[in-house]
């Protein structure tokens, strides 16, 4: 049998090892973090996590640029610490969810927030403002076997070498053992599926020629580049 269309399967690099890690989906959680929600001026602090997810092939990797998306004039960072699944998981209790994580990466939630918040204002769902191509920039995955779990430490991000977001990972509301546990009473979690655990406070704009260099404690930086507006 031969596929019609045959595409590729997107992958990360890991840490340490030739082998790639193949993305099965990408979950995403949005407010948590109490800083961010204030910011955002939307959203209860009180609410349980909420999920939304961006398509496998926009992914982009270290040192690749990311075209100016259309359909905004208002295109936003939002640096997150990605969970990287390694084993199946369905209804897990919070005391067992770290042991289905294969490993951490440093991630950008990308946001055409002007879409994003007129979809908040209509009540229509966020696609249009989260889901794009290019929108889900991840670096290489450290494995749990080399980093361990990473549920404190320093995140941040810069644009051009200037400082725009900093928490610590203690701040996220729902914490990443948390957010499995709740995540796979509603999907069953499969080995490839990635989870962008939420952003800090300090999200804004970026414009074509921005460099981005994003951190978590413990693991390497990652950075990319903003391109121009594809015609
Ligand atoms: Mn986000």
Same mark, same amino acid.
């Given at each position: 049998m031969a596929l019609v269309f045959p595409h590729s399967v997107t992958t990360l690099a890991i840490i340490g090892s030739e082998d790639r890690f193949p993305v099965r989906r990408i979950y995403c959680v949005g407010r948590n973090y109490v800083e961010h929600i204030r910011e955002m001026k $939307?959203?209860?602090?009180?609410d349980l996590p909420f999920f939304f997810q961006k398509p496998t092939d926009s992914i982009v990797s270290e040192g690749e640029v990311v075209p100016?998306?259309?359909?905004?004039e208002d295109f936003q960072y939002e640096v997150e610490l990605v969970a990287a699944i390694g084993k199946s998981a369905r209804n897990i209790p919070v005391a067992e969810a770290l042991d289905v994580v294969f490993g951490y990466a440093a991630g950008i939630d990308l946001t055409r927030r002007d879409r994003q918040r007129e979809s908040f204002k209509k009540g229509l769902p966020w696609e249009i403002g989260k889901?794009?191509?290019?929108s889900a920039p991840c670096g290489p995955l450290h494995p749990v076997d080399s980093?361990?779990?990473?549920? $404190?430490g320093s995140i941040t991000l810069s644009v051009n070498d200037e400082e725009r977001q900093r928490a610590d990972l203690?701040?996220?509301?729902?914490?990443t053992p948390e957010i499995i546990a709740n995540l796979s009473t509603q999907y069953s979690l499969e080995p490839g599926d990635l989870i962008m655990t939420g952003t800090p406070a300090g999200v804004g704009p970026i414009v074509p020629g921005d460099r981005l260099v994003a951190t978590v404690e413990g693991l390497a930086p990652f950075s990319f580049s903003i391109g121009p507006k594809k015609a």
């Open positions: $939307e959203g209860d602090e009180r100016y998306p259309p359909a905004t889901s794009f191509d290019h980093v361990g779990h990473r549920l $404190e203690r701040q996220m509301i729902w914490n």
